[in-house]
Each structure stands twice: as C-alpha cells, then as structure tokens.
Nanobody, 123 residues
Framework: QVQLVESGGGLVQAGGSLRLSCAAS????????MGWFRQAPGKEREFVAA????????YYADSVKGRFTVSRDNAKNTVSLQMNSLKSEDTAVYYC????????????????WGQGTQVTVSS
C-alpha cells in the first residue's frame, strides 16, 4: 500500500507556471506507475499525465501536451507535475494516483489516491 500527499497548488495568473509535487510513503513506491488527474467543479475527474515506474515512459492528455511535464524521483519517493502556460481551463483540484497497471489513463485503473491540491488560474 502507498499513501500520497499532494502539494504546490495555488492561485496563478493565466500564462504563469506552477509545480505540483506528490510525496509517497509506504512500500515499493518505485514499483508503481504514477498518474496525475484533475477535477473541475461540476465535471468528472480526468486524466492529465502519467509516468511509468522507472520514468522511462510518459503520457499526456492532449489538452496539456507541450505545456505540462511529469517527472519522478524514486530516491525521494516523489512525483512532480510542472505546469507552464497555464490557462483558466486548467483550474481544478489536482490529484496524484498510483497503479500497478501499465498504460493506465482511466480513473478506474488507479488504486491509490491523494487528497488533492487546488489550482486556480485567473484570466
């Protein structure tokens, strides 16, 4: 089992940047593939980005491709999401999640979730 805690959210102007972090505790963090999801008010939780257990593979939603970068540091048990060129439509609660499944981009494919961190982009 793994416990996840996100941080780094906040209020930023459109065009700005934020870096989210997710700290993991528990066993075998390095064996999990990690994902970032977001949920805006009144909308379903959606996939943002994912990274494989060794960082060798990354996946992005089309809406964030070229603007967001996911990375991980297995020595520090952390996964990060660098968000650049933020838009108002990026406003949401952002969640990190862990899974043992490969190529996982669906909410139902993830087993462990953090509590989320709010990102608000003002236009």
């Amino acid at each position: 089992q793994v416990q996840l805690v996100e941080s780094g959210g906040g209020l930023v102007q459109a065009g700005g940047s934020l870096r989210l972090s997710c700290a993991a505790s528990g066993r075998s963090f390095s064996s999990y593939n990690m994902g970032w999801f977001r949920q805006a008010p009144g909308k379903e939780r959606e996939f943002v980005a994912a990274i494989s257990w060794n960082g060798g593979n990354t996946y992005y939603a089309d809406s964030v491709k070229g603007r967001f970068t996911v990375s991980r540091d297995n020595a520090k048990n952390t996964v990060s999401l660098q968000m650049n060129s933020l838009k108002s439509e990026d406003t949401a609660v952002y969640y990190c999640a862990a899974t043992s499944r490969i190529y996982a981009i669906a909410v139902t494919q993830y087993d462990y979730w953090g509590q989320g961190t709010q990102v608000t982009v003002s236009s």
